[in-house]
T-cell receptor, first 115, second 109 residues
Framework: AQSVAQPEDQVNVAEGNPLTVKCTYSVSGNPYLFWYVQYPNRGLQFLLKYITGDNLVKGSYGFEAEFNKSQTSFHLKKPSALVSDSALYFCAVRDTGFNDYKLSFGAGTTVTVRA | NAGVTQTPKFQVLKTGQSMTLQCAQD?????MYWYRQDPGMGLRLIYYSASEGTTDKGEVPNGYNVSRLNKREFSLRLESAAPSQTSVYFCASSGYEQYFGPGTRLTVT
């Protein structure tokens, strides 16, 4: 079975500081990993994905994430946070060991960036 | 290119009433999904359709039915709504990554 854990319900940072949102996963095969962002009263927007290749992936709005197979982690990072980055962030995993396309989502991390 | 569209945006039902949530995508994706989002629980998969003509249960299928009408459309039906089905419902379609609709906020009283 595949699963994702986001250990922090909330992350608070000052504008201009680095932002990190943590994610760990569990799969039986190899993972496809994803980050999504949700602004209030909106659907989820895709930020970035890891499928294969370079462990550091870059995505939308200046976000990046690092795949670490030994630690089964895929933490989302941004070097300098903006107030507009305040939102709900979801990590998701797909286990390529199964022949379906289902994603499992973490419970979400609320990011608040203060001015 | 509208992506994934959902109707309605809001709905209030009384216990025992039925309704159908509509979803359509214009990205020519084979796979489509229905999720519900509840506070602190992330997104939970209700049903999915890997391709036209097939549907499968997800984590929380009880109380719901789905129809994959054609490649574009995937509907979710609540036959007899219960207060526990108060939630925000999202439809998604996918290639590698999933693309989400704007959601339907459903309240069952």
């Amino acid at each position: 079975a595949q699963s994702v854990a986001q250990p922090e319900d909330q992350v608070n940072v000052a504008e201009g500081n680095p932002l990190t949102v943590k994610c760990t996963y569990s799969v039986s095969g190899n993972p496809y990993l994803f980050w999504y962002v949700q602004y209030p009263n909106r659907g989820l927007q895709f930020l970035l994905k890891y499928i294969t290749g370079d462990n550091l992936v870059k995505g939308s709005y200046g976000f990046e994430a690092e795949f670490n197979k030994s630690q089964t982690s895929f933490h989302l990072k941004k070097p300098s946070a903006l107030v507009s980055d305040s939102a709900l962030y979801f990590c998701a995993v797909r286990d390529t060991g199964f022949n379906d396309y289902k994603l499992s989502f973490g419970a979400g991390t609320t990011v608040t960036v203060r001015a | 290119n509208a992506g994934v569209t959902q109707t309605p945006k809001f709905q209030v039902l009384k216990t025992g009433q039925s309704m159908t949530l509509q979803c359509a995508q214009d990205m020519n994706h084979n796979s489509m999904y229905w999720y519900r989002q509840d506070p602190g629980m992330g997104l939970r998969l209700i049903y999915y359709s890997a391709s036209e003509g097939t549907t499968d249960k997800g984590e929380v299928p009880n109380g719901y039915n789905v129809s994959r009408l054609n490649k574009r459309e995937f509907s979710l039906r609540l036959e007899s709504a219960a207060p526990s089905q108060t939630s925000v419902y999202f439809c998604a379609s996918s290639g590698y990554e999933q693309y989400f609709g704007p959601g339907t906020r459903l309240t069952v009283t």
